[in-house]
């Protein structure tokens, strides 16, 4: 079998081998395109509304122009003060990513991950809280030699920085750049000034690809493409011409207002392309194939390339996601589930597990702070695998607890990740070992049994925002354990973002009783991972194997606990 693998050195090898010992899928040989002597740098701007697909639209051209053999690399500029997103509620802004680096990032570098298979970092993820703080560290350091420190040239020069650190440091062929917010907003009118005087100083090497709405009024019966052509004009008043256009639309758009688009844009035709809703993300690449995107960035940036892209694997999966009849029901409990992006990392994993397992994921999100001993045989009694959400904070928590009881006495494969992970301890403390009153001193400072405690290191620490444990970190595995059994090898490297850590004190307590230790980091021998033997499937990790999931290498984690809950489902 032969990889092919791109010039990033980030690239992780798409062989989904683990599924079965007789189960892998290549990838063909590709021709490599000439190496390229300049980086290519794309902007994907968005107007009209907000959460149109900009980051899919990036992530699904990264597909497309890594399947042709080039290396590329996708970053997001957030335009909101905060130096990360990692103190946000996942009601404002959705589940925080954790890169192998420990940064913690926008929900977007999950799709980047997802789709590309190429390993980001802080550099992939920058806010205006980010610039600021590191143009006034330069100004209390005099690097400014006392001149007055302004948006333009300072601000904006930083961001200019910002974009080509990547490419200096990886050498890639393109790096895609996506502007957060909608034009028009005042909070990102320093990037777009910052991508404009790029524009002049790179030339025929900067692309700017402009993503709009075109809705659709049904009193009238009649699509209105009016708010492109203003969202079009507000970015030419910053001093931006797109060069491409791709419509979001819930109908089919006739060719002549496409046209009519294009001439008001003042946009090639060719270059006007639509993006009609999907039955699911991962068809964007192909449909933006169909559209032509790739070839059009090749050509509008004068890169050379006789190759097709190679998109057998991802023409497989999603034969595989559609075309499933059987189905896997999986609970995920968690209090966030009212707004689903809180999880997106887990459900995007699980449904990459449960398609290359020729199943069709059925995920049903139960609130935990909504649950209770008297409903929880009802809500969990049709389901074959359950998940414990990560999360902080009590609220929620005695609904995760009682649904560790009943999945452990009714023997349900149950994952639990990160604080899920610490409700097992939790929960396996009070009802197995007897300790009355058992807890993390999170949610009870003054409980008797602390069995989940506060970090040594995180003791002194004030701060809220990026102090916690984070980024990979190794885990050795006990032979012969489940997750030992997946992975296939016997130390692994998962992500972390937590604070409380399983009291080493109450180890021996837990081993006695049936609930062993098996993943520990190797320096600090924290415990990483628990599972009960005894159990169909029932582990804990403190870390989040959702955050090294992709749709060409899914979790091998994740893919046991499938197995498990298909298992389970045909008992």
């Known amino acids: 079998m032969k990889t092919v693998k791109p010039a990033n050195p980030n690239y992780q090898t798409s062989i989904i081998d ?27 701007t968005g107007g ?9 639209i990036s992530s699904s051209l990264a597909r497309l122009l890594l ?28 589940e925080c990513y954790v890169t192998s680096d420990g940064h913690e990032a926008d929900l977007d570098l999950g799709h980047y991950e997802r789709f590309t298979n190429i390993k980001t970092s802080r550099a992939n993820n920058v806010t205006t809280g980010r ?62 000034e910052a991508v404009r005087q790029l524009k002049w100083e790179l030339g025929k090497n900067a692309l700017f690809i402009h993503l709009t709405y075109v809705p659709y009024i049904k009193a009238a019966k009649e699509l209105k493409t009016k708010p492109t052509q203003h969202s079009v004009k507000m970015l030419q008043q910053t001093g931006i011409q797109p060069d491409v256009l791709v419509l979001r639309t819930e109908k089919e758009l006739p060719p002549s207002m496409c046209r009519k688009v294009a001439l008001f844009c003042n946009v090639s035709p060719e270059a006007v392309i639509q993006s009609l809703d999907a039955k699911s993300i991962y068809e964007v690449p192909l449909m933006m194939h169909d559209q032509k995107l790739d070839e059009i960035v090749l050509e509008k940036t004068a890169t050379e390339c006789d190759s097709e892209p190679d998109l057998k694997d991802w023409n497989l999966f999603l034969d595989k996601l559609h075309n499933a009849e059987k189905v896997v029901n999986i609970a995920l409990v968690g209090k966030y589930v009212e707004l689903q992006d809180a999880y997106k990392s887990i459900s995007e994993s699980l449904s990459h597990a449960a398609a290359w397992l020729d199943r069709k994921l059925n995920l049903v999100y139960i609130h935990s702070e909504k649950l209770t001993e008297s409903d929880v045989a009802s809500k969990l009694g049709e389901m074959d695998g ?8 009590k609220r929620g928590i005695e609904g995760k607890l009682v649904a560790l009881k009943w999945c452990r006495e009714h023997d349900v494969p149950t994952f639990g990740i990160c604080l899920g992970m610490q409700c097992m301890v939790i929960e396996y403390a009070r009802n197995v070992l007897g300790l009355k009153g058992a807890n993390s001193v999170e949610m009870d400072p003054g409980t008797p049994y602390p069995v989940i405690d506060l970090m040594e290191e ?84 403190q870390y989040h194997p959702e955050y090294q999931s992709t749709v060409l290498n899914p979790n091998p984690l994740f893919v046991s606990f499938m197995k498990a809950a298909i298992a389970y489902s045909e008992r």
């Open 48 to 56: 009209v509304v907000s959460s149109l697909g900009k980051g899919i």
């Open 67 to 94: 399947s042709r053999g080039f290396s590329v690399t996708v970053q997001k500029f957030d335009p909101y003060i905060n130096i990360d997103p990692g103190t946000l509620n996942p009601y404002e802004h959705g």
């Open 18 to 44: 683990f599924l079965s010992p007789h189960t892998q899928f290549p990838i063909p040989n590709f021709k490599l395109p000439t190496q390229l002597k300049e980086t290519k740098y794309i902007f994907v």
């Open 458 to 541: 995180q003791k002194e620490i004030s701060n809220k925002g990026g102090t916690m444990r984070l980024g990979a970190y190794d885990c050795d595995l006990t032979p012969g354990s489940i997750p030992a059994e997946a992975y296939g090898k016997k130390r692994v490297s998962e992500r972390h973002r937590h604070r409380y850590e399983f009291n080493e004190k109450f180890r021996k307590d837990f081993e006695d009783n049936g609930l062993k230790c098996v993943g520990v980091n190797p320096e600090t021998k924290l415990v990483e991972v628990v599972e009960a033997p005894d159990k169909r499937w029932f582990v804990g990790t």
């Open 131 to 192: 610039i600021y703080r590191d143009v006034i560290e330069k100004e209390r350091r005099g690097d400014y030699l006392g001149k007055t420190v302004q948006i333009v040239p300072h601000i904006t020069d930083e961001i200019k920085r910002s974009v080509k650190r990547l490419s200096e440091e990886g050498d890639y062929d393109f790096v895609i750049t996506e502007i957060g917010g909608t034009v028009g907003d005042i909070e990102s009118t320093p990037y777009l």
């Open 386 to 393: 359950v998940i414990i959400a990560p999360g902080f904070g």
